[in-house]
């Protein structure tokens, strides 16, 4: 079983810049990767970053330049730094764990409950 909570999230304005963290506890050594997911009013949830148990990390081409996911594995945190914030960046953004081998019950990821980005111009 692991649990995330996020935080960090707010109304900015565009230009502006927010950090987001995602503390994961529990069964924190049966995490392969964490990453940053964000869904809009009637959008799918899109993944916007991801780091890797390596440290090895992916950011996606629409936030590329801006955001940069980072990780204080003593803290078993993960970070998204989010710079120059544009309003399509609304949305509520998720932290995923995906876990090296499926629990018996099927599972093989956890969400958070998401923490609300607001971007005003």
């Known amino acids: 079983q692991v649990q995330l909570v996020e935080s960090g999230g707010g109304l900015v304005q565009a230009g502006g810049s927010l950090r987001l963290t995602c503390r994961a506890s529990?069964?924190?050594?049966?995490?392969?990767?964490m990453s940053w997911y964000r869904q809009a009013p009637g959008k799918r949830r899109d993944l916007v970053a991801g780091i890797a148990r390596s440290g090895q990390t992916y950011i996606e081409d629409f936030v590329k330049g801006r955001f940069t996911i980072s990780r204080d594995n003593d803290k078993n945190t993960v970070y998204l730094q989010m710079d120059s914030l544009e309003l399509e960046d609304t949305a509520v953004y998720f932290c995923?764990?995906?876990?090296?081998?499926?629990?018996?019950?099927?599972?093989?990821?956890?969400w958070g409950q998401g923490t609300q980005v607001t971007v005003s111009s």
């Open positions: 995923r764990a995906d876990l090296i081998f499926p629990v018996v019950s099927g599972v093989d990821h956890y």
């Open positions: 529990g069964s924190v050594n049966s995490i392969s990767g």
